[in-house]
């Protein structure tokens, strides 16, 4: 008998059947098993929340950042310099952050 092909709840019954005195034990991994699925659901919802939360920081940074660049009593050329660096780091750091997160779900 191969039990690979089959679905949760077929082994679940499977294994209550075998076990006809008490499958509480089963029922319990049964319910682990959906809790376990629905917390990975709720922290997928607040991964989603929590990146948008930071892009939000991120362009409220970049603006802040531009205030703050056009503030400084330097020629415009400076100024442009200055902010592309500026946003250049900010975007080197953001870029290797999403390269580490990639590279350890693999």
């Given at each position: 008998?191969?039990?690979?092909?089959?679905?949760?709840?077929?082994?679940?019954?499977?294994?209550?059947?075998?076990?006809?005195?008490?499958?509480?034990?089963?029922?319990?991994?049964?319910?682990?098993?959906?809790?376990?699925?629905?917390?990975?659901?709720?922290?997928?919802?607040?991964?989603?929340?929590?990146?948008?939360?930071?892009?939000?920081?991120?362009?409220?940074?970049?603006?802040?950042?531009?205030?703050?660049?056009?503030?400084?009593?330097?020629?415009?050329?400076?100024k442009i310099l200055i902010f592309g660096i500026v946003v250049y780091a900010i975007y080197y750091i953001v870029?290797?952050?999403?390269?580490?997160?990639?590279?350890?779900?693999?």
């Amino acid at each position: 008998m191969d039990y690979k092909d089959k679905t949760d709840e077929e082994l679940v019954y499977e294994a209550g059947r075998a076990r006809s005195i008490d499958s509480a034990s089963v029922e319990m991994m049964r319910r682990l098993k959906n809790a376990i699925q629905d917390l990975d659901k709720n922290t997928k919802n607040y991964s989603g929340k929590l990146i948008d939360l930071t892009i939000l920081l991120f362009f409220a940074a970049l603006i802040q950042v531009f205030i703050s660049v056009i503030a400084i009593p330097e020629t415009w050329f400076n100024k442009i310099l200055i902010f592309g660096i500026v946003v250049y780091a900010i975007y080197y750091i953001v870029r290797r952050i999403t390269e580490e997160r990639k590279n350890n779900k693999k």
